[in-house]
């Protein structure tokens, strides 16, 4: 009875034990440059909501590396993170809205994601939020800063 039980154990814990080594996978093959490996170990978990491994398949779109390089893809990526409340993430995202790659610039957009980054502690983060802020105008600022603390965090893995 107690090897039944212990292999239970082990099929109930699976799903929480192995995604964990499976980003480390990841990222040990993405440090050697293997990226085909850190895409393949990625894409699973960010399939189900893991943070990380969404954001890493963002870098791995936005560089071009074991994918083609598609910026809007990447900006998928990166929003999934971001909305999980993952900084770097948002960092990205607010950058990818102000300069209008991979998604259409938008001031507004941007001004959310580097307002949310630089709450963090991002300096870099709210020296661009504020450079955006000049370029809204009217309402708009009011209504960027409206969305910013409108804004939770979506459950992820």
């Not at 170990?41 to 071009?64: I, M, Q, R, S, V």
């Not at 990447?74 to 999980?84: G, L, P």
């Not at 990205?92 to 001004?111: C, F, H, P, T, W």
Request: charged letters at 25%.
């Amino acid at each position: 009875m107690k090897p039944l039980r212990a292999l239970a154990c082990i099929a109930f814990l699976a799903p929480f034990v192995c995604p964990a080594q499976d980003f480390d996978t990841g990222l040990r093959a993405y440090e050697k440059q293997d990226y085909a490996t850190a895409l393949r170990e990625w894409k699973p978990l960010a399939d189900k909501g893991n943070t990380l491994a969404e954001f890493n398949l963002g870098l791995l779109y936005f560089d071009g590396k074991a994918v083609p390089q598609d910026y809007a893809e990447a900006a998928q990526w990166f929003e999934r993170a971001a909305d999980q409340g993952y900084t770097r993430a948002q960092h990205n995202l607010g950058e990818m809205y102000a300069i209008g790659q991979g998604v259409k610039r938008d001031y507004m957009l941007s001004y959310k994601w580097l307002s949310l980054c630089a709450a963090g502690g991002n300096e870099t983060c709210a020296e661009h939020r504020d450079w955006v802020a000049k370029k809204l105008k009217g309402s708009q600022l009011s209504n960027a800063q409206r969305m910013t603390r409108e804004w939770k965090p979506k459950a992820g893995s």
